[in-house]
């Protein structure tokens, strides 16, 4: 007959056997938890070109009821210093309708700006708004589409920056229509720079 000792002492063997702690090592709150990597959001191929960005404007520029796509393009590498012995780059403004042809802007770097219809002919005109090869004037020239051909709109002429960047707004206020009347912003630069209203005489459609 077991006594009362080793009755006690049997149940607290059964009991310790009972509460044996695991062997296993990979317990959860001992493991690392690496999620997985992040990679970049998934983007469809458009079924068309997509355009976007400061030197991008979009518009039926030839009128068939299409929006088409104007980007400026480097299409030649300067080489050296231009203001010395070397070649600028040279640049152009091309399109997403291969049957519009090109304008050969030249050098340098430049903005495309909408314009609107402003000769009234159904076609939106557009201004290239350009770097100089050396120094701060600019120059601003405004196109027009007509018999499969770009023409300037009115004679390009000279915006000085001061070495001062131009807002958008204050590009897009340099070229304007008023009671049918077009305008451009030219700059005094005999002595005060000042803005002066200087009119466009387009010849009737």
Known sequence: MINMKNRLLLIGGLIMSCHTPSTDTTAKD??????APVGEPATLKPAAPVYTGPDTLGGDFNGDGVMEYAFV???KEG????????????????FSNNEIPSINIGC???????????????????????APMNGNTYTLTTWTFAANKWNPLFPSFLVPTGGDALSMKELEGKVYLRN????????????TFELKEAPVNLPSN
């Open 30 to 35: 001992s493991v690392a938890f690496t999620p």
């Open 73 to 75: 393009k480097k299409v």
């Open 79 to 94: 080489q050296g210093n231009p203001v010395e012995d070397g070649t600028p780059d040279e640049y152009a403004v091309e």
């Open 108 to 130: 340098c770097e430049a903005l495309l700006i909408g314009e609107g219809d402003l000769n009234k002919d159904g076609k939106p005109e557009f201004s290239v708004y350009q």
């Open 180 to 191: 049918d009347s077009l305008f451009y912003q030219e700059t005094d630069v005999s002595e």
